[in-house]
């Protein structure tokens, strides 16, 4: 994958991080996955709640891997069964000094998440973040607390280089392959009221 098409320096991982919709079949290595979960660790929080959680299911684990693939809608169980990890992401609802509501858990969770996917790109992986998921056969498969929401799931591996074996992996060649853009920054950052766009050159 070539560098993301950004129109200013910025740091590497941001350059390089991607979504791969293909994974070479193989374990992701502990001490990586560990960096992972620190660097999302690191994010910042509202009070410093930390509101994130993980549930994690790796390769060699072939049965909690599968229960956990299970939890994935089915468009998204069939290219990422050839992940080397698949993780399951939820928040705590409240605040665990007072449990006041914390308006801003799952916007946490998104940075740590954030966080995850820039060191995974920076250390030779790539995750792919998926919103489909079954949240409550995850609620009742994993046993979640009635305080946590269940949110999100996430690939983590290495991304497969090889020519597209057959008519499934060439689709997904060339979902990868599609131009990467991003809107112009006019359209999401404004000043002095709303619609009012910057003008960065």
């Not at 993780?87 to 946490?108: C, G, I, Q």
């Not at 996917?117 to 046993?143: D, F, K, P």
Request: include cysteine; charged fraction near 20%; hydrophobic fraction near 40%.
């Amino acid at each position: 994958m070539t560098p993301n098409p950004t129109l200013r320096e910025l740091v590497s991982p941001i350059d390089q991080r991607w979504s791969p919709y293909r994974f070479d079949p193989r374990p992701v290595e502990q001490e990586k996955l560990a960096q992972c979960f620190e660097a999302a660790g690191w994010a910042a929080s509202s009070f410093n709640e930390q509101p994130w959680r993980w549930i994690v299911a790796t390769r060699e684990n072939s049965d909690g891997f599968e229960k956990m693939l299970g939890c994935l809608m089915e468009a998204n169980q069939s290219w990422a069964s050839d992940a080397g990890v698949l993780v399951l992401t939820a928040y705590r609802k409240t605040f665990s000094r007072n449990e006041n509501p914390n308006r801003v858990a799952l916007h946490d969770l998104g940075q740590a998440a954030a966080h995850l996917a820039l060191q995974a790109a920076a250390i030779g992986l790539q995750v792919h973040q998926m919103a489909g998921v079954n949240l409550s056969q995850i609620r009742t498969e994993y046993q979640i607390p009635e305080e946590f929401e269940p949110a999100t799931a996430i690939a983590i591996g290495y991304p497969k280089t090889s020519e597209p074996s057959d008519d499934t992996e060439q689709e997904l060649a060339k979902r990868e392959a599609a131009a990467r853009k991003r809107n112009p920054l006019s359209q999401h950052v404004f000043s002095g009221s709303w619609g009012n766009s910057v003008d960065w050159k």
